[in-house]
């Protein structure tokens, strides 16, 4: 399974970012899909995800999940962002008992 991530950038405080993240296989075919973010000297945490509509505490309200089933991918729509949304994003794949990550995308909040 691969998982092509993309949409990131230079974005001022307040701004707006789309994500996407297209996978080489159907959405369906996984047991789940979803967002992760890791900034520099932290660990990787969970942004969102598709199946669960979870959401970490700090982007309720400002980010939202959706999908694309017939283009297989799924998006991550942010805003009103916030410097401490700064950081690389990640795409993840459940398949069964295996999980796949994509490349990450680099997000910077800054003015």
């Known amino acids: 399974v691969q998982l092509q991530a993309s949409g990131g950038g230079l974005v001022q405080p307040g701004g707006s970012l789309r994500l996407s993240c297209v996978a080489s296989?159907?959405?369906?075919?996984?047991?789940?899909m979803g967002w992760y973010r890791q900034a520099p000297g932290k660990q990787r945490e969970l942004v969102a995800t598709?199946?669960?509509?979870d959401y970490a505490d700090s982007v309720k309200g400002r980010f939202t999940i959706s999908s694309d089933n017939a283009k297989n991918t799924v998006y991550l729509q942010m805003n009103s962002l916030k410097p401490e949304d700064t950081a690389i994003y990640y795409c993840?794949?459940?398949?069964?008992?295996?999980?796949?990550w994509g490349q990450g995308t680099q997000v910077t909040v800054s003015s």
């Open positions: 993840k794949a459940r398949v069964g008992a295996r999980v796949y």
């Open positions: 296989i159907s959405i369906f075919s996984t047991n789940d």
């Open positions: 598709i199946t669960g509509g």
